[in-house]
């Protein structure tokens, strides 16, 4: 059994290339294919989680997980776009720090024009490009946690732990001002000060979130075969584990874990 040419690279991406750059830059720095767990915007820093060989099958497994920022935001300007790169729309009050500190739990925010939400098809900022107006819709985001790390009007500097699918810049938005600067420290469990390009992980470094399942070797064929355990009360995906080698993620219903995704 082996996982070999499969693994996790976790990156810590630089401002100015896209995410899809730098996974294509891993990629070739390892001889394998690469995907990724999460993209960052061009101008945003910090944690890329990159996913290689047939690791790229775990990825639906991380899409989902709270991720953590630290933003600096410019109040008093809203841009078109919710960072530095958009034309300027209004000028906007500076809030107070108690106005800030509210924006925790679940809020409504509308989705940013320059982003990868697909309108009638079309990719938004695919239409914000070629100067297409349309209306955007919004989303519901979780704000775990907010704290003001520096306010210094009209710059602002926060910490956030979000739930997946928050977008930093319509924070800065509902805030009436605009993102200058983003870096992404953790998704989920994994954290940029874990990040070294070079080093190629073995795939179950990306699951730390998930139950662990110990096999024995006549459970680890069953899997490897696809064929489910039974006499296990478990609900949800779990790691199924034969050493210290993932052999793949199972799903269990309350009764049997039925294989999901294969990797030894």
Avoid: N, W
């Avoid at 928050?166 to 605009?178: E, Q």
């Amino acid at each position: 059994m082996s996982t070999a040419g499969a693994g996790m690279v976790l990156a810590d991406k630089e401002a100015g290339p896209s995410s899809f750059a730098i996974v294509r830059r891993v990629g070739r720095a390892h001889g394998l294919k690469a995907g990724h767990a999460g993209t960052l915007d061009p101008f945003a820093t910090g944690l890329l989680v990159c996913l290689l060989g047939r690791a790229t099958r775990l990825a639906r497994y991380l899409v989902g997980l709270d991720k953590r920022y630290v933003a600096t935001i410019r109040l008093g300007v809203r841009t078109a776009t919710g960072d530095s790169e958009g034309e300027e729309l209004e000028q906007t009050p500076l809030p107070e720090a108690a106005d800030i500190l509210a924006l925790q739990g679940e809020v409504e925010l509308e989705v940013p024009a320059a982003s990868a939400v697909k309108i009638d098809g079309e990719r938004a900022y695919r239409l914000h490009r070629r100067g297409v107006a349309v209306e955007m819709p919004t989303r519901r985001s979780t704000i775990h946690a907010l704290e003001i790390v520096r306010l210094e009007p009209p710059e602002l500097v926060l910490g956030l732990h979000v739930s997946s699918g928050t977008y930093v810049r319509a924070i800065a938005d509902f805030l009436g001002g605009h993102c200058t600067a983003l870096r992404r420290t953790a998704v989920g469990e994994l954290t940029v000060d874990e990040a070294a390009e070079g080093t190629l992980r073995p795939p179950l470094d990306a699951l730390p979130h998930l139950l662990r399942i110990e096999l024995s070797a006549e459970e680890e064929t069953l899997v490897r075969t696809g064929r489910p355990l039974g006499g296990r009360a478990l609900e949800g995906p779990v790691a199924l584990v034969h050493g210290e080698t993932l052999v793949g993620v199972g799903r269990g219903d309350g009764h049997v874990i039925r294989p999901e995704t294969i990797l030894a």
